[in-house]
């Protein structure tokens, strides 16, 4: 895996060893609460998982403490850091584009209604006005949060507010044209 | 007496050196607060800190729209005292009180604050009698930066009432407070900054 593209789920996990050792279970807590399963998928089991193959590419490295009980602690290598530090980098810098399943429904207006289409539309409206509320009820909830987390939910609350306005003019616009 | 909180004063307050103990003088500024009792310890402060910042959410969120760039993020601030003073210092928990708190930016007003109590009342499991907005002037204050783990902090302690205090002449008047610079869950013990804050007075 040196020098290869770490996954979402790598990425993620290796961040949070970075900030301190830690053993799985605690990796789990970590995750859930902090409610980063809204944005990246990695179930209970695919954290051990995904710390195997951190530690077989020399980013972390395991440590049983002495006592038969004691769990396996995990933390960041030089080498882990380096590939953190390159790949948050690469996050932050690289524009990654998604294609946001309303472009299809534009593509193919004609094919219905100009009702059928205004009301699909107005669901979408809803929807995201819906989504708007969970994430600051999230945020509200998860309270306290550092300013670059704040900042996150500010960029997730603005692309929000954007398709909800352009939702609004372009019904406006398809609902007046004659 | 009100004065106008620049960076500079910011700075002063909540970014002491870590090497030797300074004076500052702590102006009056509006805090969000809870009261406890009892040992501080499993979660006892922990579900006041919850609290504490879940009702002032609505300010911050108001703040962090009108000042933009120049908002700053106010730590968790701890008062800790006790009727004898003795058990603070020998560690007896349970005979503690204890104060969780947050400064406010100085515009915040008793409206604004319940407004803010008000919308984040659902949030919460219980909303403590004891929350409130209290303007807090500490004065002069003994204070320095822990850099490290919490158990080093008794050592410094030891030195600051020891020598630092009886050497400057000065008496403790008032809770010591101790100023938390980092989110715990993020930062690991040996690189926790704590401010060690006493209110102090001229010794007899």
Avoid at chain 1, 55 to 72: C, H, I, Q, Y
Avoid at chain 2, 109 to 122: L, N, T
Wanted: one cysteine or more; aromatic letters at 10%.
């Amino acid at each position: 895996m040196k020098g290869k593209k770490l996954t979402d789920s790598e990425l993620l996990v290796l961040g949070l060893v970075s900030e301190m050792p830690r053993h799985g279970y605690e990796l789990e807590q970590v995750i859930d609460g902090r409610g980063m399963r809204e944005w990246t998928q990695i179930g209970f089991s695919s954290i051990y998982f995904v710390l195997g193959k951190l530690e077989k590419a020399g980013f972390v490295s395991a440590e049983k403490p002495a006592g038969r009980k004691a769990k396996k602690v995990f933390s960041i290598t030089r080498s882990g850091q380096d590939a953190l530090a390159a790949q948050t980098a690469e996050a932050l810098g690289h524009y990654r584009p998604t294609f946001s399943s309303v472009l299809l429904g534009m593509i193919h207006w004609e094919v219905l209604s100009r009702e059928a289409s205004l009301a699909a539309l107005d669901a979408r409206r809803t929807a995201v006005a819906r989504e708007l509320e969970r994430l600051e009820r999230i945020r509200f909830e998860s309270q306290p949060l550092p300013d670059f987390i704040e900042a996150l939910f500010d960029f997730s609350e603005g692309q929000l507010q954007a398709e909800k306005q352009w939702i609004e003019t372009t019904s406006a616009y398809m609902e007046a044209k004659p | 007496m009100r004065v106008k909180i620049d960076r500079a004063k910011l700075v002063e307050l909540y970014l002491p050196g870590t090497e030797g103990f300074t004076l500052v003088d702590v102006p009056e500024m509006p805090f969000a607060m809870i009261d406890g009792e009892g040992s501080p310890d499993h979660g006892a402060s922990a579900k006041a800190i919850k609290t504490l910042f879940t009702a002032i959410y609505p300010i911050r969120r108001e703040a962090r729209k009108r000042m933009g760039k120049n908002f700053v993020e106010a730590p968790l601030e701890m008062l800790y005292w006790a009727d004898d003073m003795h058990d603070l210092a020998a560690g007896n928990k349970e005979n503690w009180k204890w104060k969780v708190m947050v400064v406010l930016p100085d515009w915040v007003d008793d409206e604004m604050f319940s407004q803010a109590v008000a919308e984040a009342r659902g949030q919460m499991d219980e909303v403590p009698e004891s929350l409130r907005l209290e303007k807090f002037a500490e004065g002069r204050c003994a204070q320095i930066m822990h850099f490290g783990r919490q158990q080093e902090v008794p050592a410094t302690l030891e030195r600051l009432y020891t020598e630092f205090l009886p050497q400057n002449e000065l008496d403790p008047a008032g809770p010591y407070h101790e100023i938390y610079l980092n989110d715990w869950s993020r930062v690991p013990p040996e690189k926790r900054k704590i401010v060690l804050r006493q209110p102090v007075r001229a010794a007899d």
